[in-house]
């Protein structure tokens, strides 16, 4: 079994930056596939990104080149560095461990002036 807390969001404003982090619970962290979504008010939830058992990332088009995805596998933390912010991104991000479709409560991103 593992938990998943999320933090980091927050208000910030256009082209600003924020740094998310997903902080879990369990063992054998590395075998797991780490992702990034976001649900946006009224739409569904969207895929970001990826972090696979080898350390490759992947990214949807959206946040390519703004977004990173990194881990500290002695903090069990995996990050999504978010860069050059804009209102669109305003969602609730959510991380997930696979395999077992484990997801974190959500954090609150606004980008507004």
């Known amino acids: 079994q593992v938990q998943l807390v999320e933090s980091g969001g927050g208000l910030v404003e256009p082209g600003g930056s924020l740094r998310l982090s997903c902080a879990a619970s369990g063992s054998n962290l590395r075998y797991y596939v780490m992702e990034w979504y976001r649900q946006a008010p009224g739409k569904q939830r969207e895929f970001l990104a990826r972090?696979?058992?080898?350390?490759?990332?992947t990214y949807v088009d959206s946040v390519k080149g703004r977004f990173t995805m990194s881990r500290d596998s002695v903090k069990k933390t995996m990050y999504l560095q978010m860069n050059s912010l804009k209102p669109e991104d305003t969602a609730v991000y959510y991380c997930?461990?696979?395999?077992?479709?484990?997801w974190g409560q959500g954090t609150q991103v606004t980008v507004s002036s």
């Open positions: 997930k461990f696979t395999p077992g479709g484990f």
């Open positions: 972090l696979s058992v080898t350390g490759s990332s």
